[in-house]
């Protein structure tokens, strides 16, 4: 009897290579098919892709070169050999997987199955640092998942994760860091209430992986899928109420995890396990409080260690502002939020717009281009003030010309006529765009202009 009408010459005992024999069908996944296959006596599992487009080849040997390279006991594994061509018996070419296949279930089913109980704060602890463990491989491979959620998520027998289907995993590359500065040829992925906003719109980030983590971390907190908090009148994500187990700092922590922003979020594994690290601690003087510890000795070691969690708590604070990070807060990446703050700006999306440029400058605060343009926006909101002072800081760190020229009419029309003719000459000596120094002549005469008449009135 036939498995199913997709693939429809495999049914069990179909030997493919001459070492993979099919036991039986395991369903339909994404735009693949699974099965369970025997080698030699090891159960695998055989995943064939259904769709024969560029596209979907595409990702689907991107998925098995990842799985090749990624060695970790929560990822796994495919020999190098373990993606093949396989022709049917009518000719017909399917593109094929093994890889180890992992007992239990994910962990959709396993809530699923406990009637959506939500899941202790030490539960969600063990579990946030074996995932993160997972993701720290992936990214310093310079991967990103891109579809991390529950039902991506084994749970084994021994408790132990494992983060399945890298369908849509991406190799962070000089190519791909160039078409998502350009907005070209990037594949828009993800899953409804676990992908940022950013992925959506074709930019995905390592940063990207760590709002799907919290989201993921929401549902199983709650009992609820996140598009269930989500009040759409206000646009609030309401989910803390619903998780009232867990401590303020660990979902401080998981809020951090899903900031709107990527600039705003952790910028590698590495500060969150700083931050998991600081809350455990935090944990532990709670207990060692409660217990009313009197003797000076262990009073002494209390403030000392006291003290440790506030350098902690402080590192980890600082790392979260973009100080450090791995290739990911590259300057390339500030231009990128950049210029999808320009694309915003310009559409009159204000809100948006500096969010981005927030971002800009978390990842290169010596970004004068971004300084310059959220100088621009702070104008158009009528925030002179603030205006002025990213105007004065795009002139300062990289004498950013139209800064000069937007600075120089900025003083003319508060009166500044004097400030207005150095700014603009300055300006005139450093700039070398024509249309620039057009500009800055057009204002630096009407400076002039206005200096006289308010002298002339003066005498």
Known sequence: MLLNNTVNMIHPG?????????????????????????????????????RNSSKHISLFEREAEALKLLRHPGIPRVQPDGDFIWKDEANKLWHCIVMEKIDGCNLEEWQSGRNNQSITQEQAFDWLKQLVGIIECIHKQQYIHRDIKPSNIMLQ????????DFGAVRLITDTYLINIASRCGVTRIGTSGYTPPEQFDGVALPQSDFFALGRTFVHLLTGKHPSELMDYHTGEFNWRENAPQISPRFADLIDLLM?????QRPQNTEIIGQCLEAIADCKAIGII?????????RQDAHTTKIKSIKL???????????????????PQMAVVFNDIGVENHLQ????????????????????????????????????LQDARTEYEKSIKLSNFGKAYNKLGRLETLEGNYGVAVEVLKEGLQVTTDNKVKEDLLKNLNKALMERDRYERKGN
């Not at 409080?289 to 000795?297: D, K």
């Not at 402080?314 to 990070?325: E, F, I």
Request: net charge positive.
């Open 14 to 50: 179909t030997l493919l290579q001459e070492r993979y024999r099919v036991i039986k069908s395991l369903g339909k996944g994404g735009f693949a098919e699974i099965f369970e296959v025997c080698e030699f006596g090891t159960p695998k599992v055989l995943k064939i892709l259904l």
């Open 157 to 164: 027998p021994d408790g132990k994760l494992v983060l399945i």
């Open 312 to 330: 902690k708590i402080g590192v980890a604070a600082s790392m979260v502002l973009g100080l450090t990070g791995l290739w990911f807060s590259s």
């Open 289 to 297: 409080t409660e217990l009313s510890l009197t003797e000076s000795g």
């Open 348 to 383: 009159d999306r204000l809100g948006t717009a500096e969010g981005f440029y927030k971002s800009a400058l978390l990842l290169n605060p010596n970004y004068g281009k971004a300084h310059y343009n959220r100088g621009s926006l702070y104008e158009k909101q009528g925030k």
């Open 259 to 263: 900031a709107s922003l990527p600039g």
